[in-house]
């Protein structure tokens, strides 16, 4: 079992940046593969960007280029740079994670076990 926790969301206008942090407690978290998903109002819930335990990352085409993903194994932190940002990145943003027991990294959202509260980010036009 682990915690999630996120922070990092506001307000941005179009073309900004901001980073969004999620702080794991309860278990060991390096072997955890750790994703960032959203939810825009009336929407699914979307894969946006991936990290194995071994560091390898995937992105969704949609953020490719602006977004960054990355961990802190020491500080049990994983991070999500948004560069770029559009009006439609606008939802809620959602940590998540599953154990690994191998090197795939999973987009579908019923694979992973742990989610966090969400954080709202919304780009103004």
């Known amino acids: 079992q682990i915690l999630l926790v996120e922070s990092g969301g506001g307000l941005v206008q179009d073309g900004g940046s901001l980073r969004l942090s999620c702080a794991a407690s309860g278990r060991t978290f390096s072997r955890y593969t750790m994703g960032w998903f959203r939810q825009a109002p009336g929407q699914e819930r979307e894969f946006v960007a991936g990290?194995?335990?071994?560091?390898?990352?995937i992105y969704a085409d949609s953020v490719k280029g602006r977004f960054t993903i990355s961990r802190d194994i020491a500080k049990n932190t994983v991070y999500l740079q948004m560069n770029s940002l559009k009006p439609e990145d606008t939802a809620v943003y959602y940590c998540?994670?599953?154990?690994?027991?191998?090197?795939?990294?999973?987009?579908?959202?019923?694979?992973?076990?742990?989610w966090g509260q969400g954080t709202q980010v919304t780009v103004s036009s």
């Open positions: 990290i194995r335990w071994s560091g390898g990352v």
């Open positions: 998540a994670a599953y154990y690994s027991t191998n090197n795939i990294l999973n987009v579908r959202r019923d694979e992973y076990d742990y």
